[in-house]
Nanobody, 125 residues
């Protein structure tokens, strides 16, 4: 059974850091990604990385967030630095088995088949 389990969320003050982790079981994903969702809004792609370690980021987090994965451990991480209240959301891990040939698709939620339940990130000013 395919399952993604996130951890590492929490509440921090602006300027702080958090590290999110996601463990995949039952699936060997080509792509793994982080999405976030605010109440009443849709899923927004944050960062994605393929099995070779090539990463792509949403413009809003470039330079502050770093995504990485360990294929042997089937884990995905997101190091988030210099946090601002605007990034407050539920962060969800996602995975897909096959490759994507366009960068524009890699942060689209409908490209991913497997999802975790999410971990809440709250940044206060």
């Amino acid at each position: 059974q395919e399952q993604l389990t996130e951890s590492g969320g929490g509440s921090v003050r602006a300027g702080g850091s958090l590290r999110l982790s996601c463990v995949a079981s039952g699936v060997s994903p080509y792509y793994m990604a982080w999405f976030r969702q605010e109440p009443g809004k849709g899923l927004e792609g944050v960062a994605a990385v393929d099995k070779c370690g090539h990463a792509i980021y949403d413009e809003s987090v470039k330079g502050r967030f770093t995504v990485s994965r360990d294929n042997a451990e089937r884990t995905l991480s997101l190091q988030m630095n210099t946090l601002t209240p605007e990034v407050t959301a539920m962060y969800r891990c996602a995975a897909r088995r096959g490759p994507l040939n366009s960068d524009s698709l890699k942060l689209q939620a409908n490209m991913y088949s497997y999802w975790g339940q999410g971990t809440q990130v709250t940044v206060s000013s």
